[in-house]
T-cell receptor
């Protein structure tokens, strides 16, 4: 298994540009989520999905869109990038067994918005 | 609003010292508490705790959960420079709620 993969690893955008951060997992996990990590702020949940066709907002959803057309893929879209979106983005997938959740993280995408 | 608070925010110790990292939480629908170690990459999983009073151990690291007082501790004994990292606590309520982390620096 490749686990959770993210592309690109690093991206530079200009203010107002759009882009999609890709996330894929091959473990057949139903639950996937996107986090951003900023210095002094820890990891904050942007959007999450409990299965194909179902998405919901997390703590900091503004400026981001997601979709979940398949179990494997959970792309994160920035419609009009802003410098405040400069961050490291982590995608994660998880499964629940016996009521206990285990999460797997992707390697991260470092985004710089100028 | 769900809340996870870690302390201290940063810590500097000498090799061989023992450290205790704290994580307190206030959440609805608690499922589990997880500890992660993060170096310059994605967080890596350390422990998952679901029951009070049962210590989890892995080498020099150990952790315990108190669901009555709503906190967990992560202990690292005989610290090494390779233990230098940010240690993240997260509480699962369906989504993962992270604390801000404790930055640990172990000096030779």
């Amino acid at each position: 298994n490749a686990g959770v993969t993210q592309t690109p690893k690093f991206q530079v955008l200009k203010t107002g540009q759009s882009m999609t951060l890709q996330c894929a997992q091959d473990m057949n996990h139903e639950y996937m989520s996107w986090y951003r990590q900023d210095p002094g702020m820890g990891l904050r949940l942007i959007h999450y999905s409990v299965g194909a066709g179902i998405t919901d907002q997390g703590e900091v959803p503004n400026g981001y869109n997601v979709s979940r057309s398949t179990t494997e893929d959970f792309p994160l879209r920035l419609l009009s990038a802003a410098p405040s979106q400069t961050s490291v983005y982590f995608c994660a997938s998880s499964f629940t067994l016996g009521g206990v959740e285990t999460q797997y993280f992707g390697p991260g995408t470092r985004l710089l918005v100028l | 609003e769900d809340k996870v608070v870690q302390s201290p925010l940063s810590l500097v110790v000498h090799e061989g010292d023992t450290v205790t990292l704290n994580c307190s939480y206030e959440v609805t629908n608690f499922r589990s508490l997880l500890w992660y170690k993060q170096e310059k990459k994605a967080p890596t999983f350390l422990f998952m705790l679901t029951s009070s009073g049962i210590e989890k151990k892995s080498g020099r690291l150990s952790s315990i959960l108190d669901k009555k007082e709503l906190f967990s501790i992560l202990n690292i004994t005989a610290t090494q420079t390779g233990d230098s990292a940010v240690y993240l606590c997260a509480v699962s309520t369906g989504a993962l709620n992270f604390g801000k982390g404790t930055s640990l620096l172990v000096t030779p």
